[in-house]
């Protein structure tokens, strides 16, 4: 079996939003397709290659392999019938889920949580940030908006031994409409990006976990662009 035909037929799942059976003929069969796919999510595949190709990214523009400042948001989706765990964001009036990113100076993802839409910001943080314990040694500050303002600062401090600190990018005096933010219009585009992808419209699985593999995926089309330009 052609791996590079497995990959292409799935980046081109996540680039179309198709069912698995409406994929085209001239990719091996959906249900191969379906099971390298499953299996690359379990057993942390998408993550290592997501990762490694992070890093590529990163030297190439010039940039230590590893961040030393991060960005950090959430999105509200909503969810389909396929069922799953799912909550309201009265904020946003959407039922369905979050996608909790933390994303360097250059929008690439460093770390992706999906819960429900109900965990507010503060605890999702936690739930994201409590992943990086161990990883990206050279990270010292993180940004985020005024919703991680309060004990989530302190918490941050505790639990990386006071060697990164998050610091909030308030709204500007007076603002009604969006304003281009410093540092806070980085992981926005990064969301623009994800936006482009027909299978992340909404939140179309069962598992949290498989959607944070789609948005992995996403991400590795993305770079290897980068990496390879047509």
């Known amino acids: 079996m052609d791996m590079r035909e497995i ?12 069912p ?28 290592r290659i997501h990762d490694k190709l992070r890093e590529m990214v990163r ?5 230590e392999a590893e961040p030393s400042a991060a960005i950090i948001d959430s999105q509200s989706v909503k969810t389909t019938e396929q069922g ?7 904020g946003k009036k959407v039922t369905g889920r979050k996608r909790h990113i933390l994303v360097d ?12 839409a109900n965990i507010q910001d503060r605890d999702g943080a936690q739930l994201l940030l409590a992943k990086t314990m161990g990883h990206f040694l050279r990270l010292r500050v993180i940004w985020g908006d005024g919703g991680y303002a309060g004990q989530l600062i302190e918490w ?6 006071s060697r990164v600190r998050l610091e909030i990018v308030p709204k500007l005096e007076g603002q009604h409409t969006f304003t281009v933010l410093t540092w806070r219009w980085i ?23 498989t959607s944070e593999s789609w ?13 390879s330009p047509p």
């Open 156 to 161: 941050v401090m505790q639990r990386f031994e």
């Open 59 to 63: 030297v190439k523009e010039g940039r």
């Open 187 to 209: 992981v926005e585009r990064t969301f623009g990006w994800l936006g482009r992808y027909r299978r992340l419209s909404k939140d179309y699985e069962a598992l949290p976990g």
């Open 20 to 47: 698995w059976r409406h994929l085209p003929h001239d990719f091996p069969p959906w249900g191969t397709v379906w099971w390298y796919f499953w299996l690359w999510c379990q057993d942390g595949t998408w993550t």
């Open 105 to 116: 100076t250059l929008g690439l993802i460093l770390s992706v949580v999906v819960h429900p």
């Open 84 to 90: 799953g765990p799912r909550g309201f964001d009265c």
């Open 7 to 18: 990959l292409n037929a799935i980046l081109y799942m996540i680039k179309t939003g198709c």
């Open 215 to 227: 948005i992995r995926i996403a991400m590795t089309g993305l770079m290897l662009r980068r990496l």
